[in-house]
């Protein structure tokens, strides 16, 4: 079996130009996990060196932030022997829809194709906390954050990818007159202080 960071440089989920990234910076860079989640065999191999990073944790349920993250969260728990479910944007902020919930005391784990921020992470953790649920940790395939995230909670990536991400007023492209992109799933984000 091929570890992650082999899938990773197998296939063109790096990219190059001028995006807009969910978390609402700019970046010369994108990590388009899509490209890798039409492979299910891999992705499978993903999720499970993943799921074998919180084995240990008693996860009773994995949750994803829609859409990104859903493939994962099923993945995932299919290989911990969990629940799946995932998050939606309902007014702007993260919930619990589909008739979805969690118990109290409930241990979840939550998945995240890439962390840039970690604000949607980190808003999913808080929805499950104020729900009841008890977080045992956050996982995601990369971690592009650049710096040491603080979430509360253990927090695994298979691959840590240095790329650069700008506030939109500081965003040397935008001053170059390059038009961006936006390749991700969310239409909106104010991008974290």
Avoid: N
């Amino acid at each position: 079996m091929a570890s992650f960071a082999e899938i990773f440089r197998r296939h063109p989920l790096y990219q190059e130009g001028h995006f807009l990234l969910s978390s609402g910076m700019h970046s010369p860079t994108y990590i388009q996990i899509a490209l890798l989640l039409q492979h299910p065999t891999e992705t499978a191999e993903a999720c499970r060196e993943l799921a074998d990073r919180f084995r240990d944790r008693g996860v009773e349920v994995v949750v994803g932030p829609a859409i990104g993250a859903i493939v994962l969260a099923y993945e995932v728990a299919r290989q911990l022997g969990a629940r799946a479910l995932w998050t939606e944007r309902e007014e702007g902020r993260m919930a619990l829809r589909r008739s979805f919930t969690v118990r109290p005391g409930e241990r979840a784990l939550v998945v995240e194709d890439v962390v840039t921020t970690g604000a949607a992470v980190g808003e999913v953790k808080r929805l499950l906390e104020a729900h009841g649920a008890q977080v045992v940790g956050i996982g995601a395939l990369v971690d592009r954050s650049g710096t040491a995230l603080t979430l509360g909670v253990p927090f695994e990536a298979l691959v840590t990818v240095e790329a650069e991400a700008y506030l939109p007023a500081l965003c040397p492209l935008c001053r170059a007159g390059l038009p961006f992109t936006k390749p991700g799933s969310r239409t909106h984000a104010t991008p974290a202080p």
